[in-house]
């Protein structure tokens, strides 16, 4: 594209060199890129992080339970293993447990060891289910399943409910959210700076730590005790992380 400047002694020619440099320059603004402009706004950001923590009651057992038959023949061990988990499931039902699950079904040979020469003496059966429960329910539960058949406790770990756990987490983002946006606030008025607009927002999640478990094994022998097993909770925290990057 060419262009003709025409020029009289009332309006110089250098003057319009300049008014075509500015009107070039401008365009040139007004035009830059998007991409561009998105680059210009990272160069002047500040990047924080916020924590949130919400502390929850646990109002639920988490429970692992087996039963283990030792015997001579695999069959006979199997077959009494069947018969007093299927008791044990039965009162589990008849309590209305939460979330009953098989979690394991073993059959494994017994071995003796003589003069270096390896032998099989009997087999062992286990069957072990989960369930959950109220803890102040727990104990007695625990009792009642030891004299129904179960020979294994394996674990009790406290947890909170599920729409428990949902409403923290919502607590723990807000929260996380507030420090990070108390954080840049504090930051950026220390320097004399304002802030401007949020440019991304990444939420790293917010979740319950694993429940702690509480090593418990109970043996038949438990059967004749007089009191239930003693059975307290606790708390529990659910933890978010919120990340913003804020130009200023």
Request: a positive charge; hydrophobic letters at 40%; proline letters at 4%.
């Amino acid at each position: 594209m060419s262009m003709t400047v025409l020029s009289d002694s009332r309006f110089p020619v250098e003057k319009i060199g300049k008014i075509l440099s500015l009107s070039i320059f401008m365009w040139a603004i007004f035009m830059l890129p998007a991409s561009a402009q998105e680059k210009e706004k990272l160069w002047r950001t500040l990047t924080v992080s916020g924590r949130g923590v919400e502390t929850i009651s646990t109002t639920l057992s988490q429970v692992s339970l087996g039963v283990e038959i030792q015997g001579k023949t695999a069959e006979d061990v199997q077959k009494e293993a069947a018969r007093k988990s299927s008791a044990v499931v039965a009162l589990l039902k008849n309590r209305n447990v939460e979330k009953l699950t098989t979690t394991g079904v073993r059959l494994n040979p017994v071995y003796s060891y003589s003069n270096n020469v390896q032998r099989i003496t009997g087999y062992a059966a286990s069957n072990t289910v989960s369930f959950r429960i109220p803890t102040d329910k727990t104990g007695t539960l625990l009792d009642d399943a030891v004299k129904s058949g179960a020979t294994q406790i394996n674990g009790v770990s406290f947890i909170a409910s599920d729409e428990a756990i949902a409403s923290a987490q919502k607590q723990a983002l807000k929260k996380a959210t507030q420090d990070a946006k108390e954080q840049a606030e504090a930051v950026l008025s220390s320097l004399g700076l304002q802030q401007k607009e949020i440019v991304s927002i990444q939420v790293n999640g917010a979740t319950p730590p694993p429940p702690s478990p509480v090593l418990y094994r109970a043996e038949a022998k438990l059967t004749g005790a007089d009191a239930s097993t003693p059975i307290v909770a606790g708390e529990q925290e659910v933890q978010a992380s919120v990340t913003l990057q804020i130009s200023y």
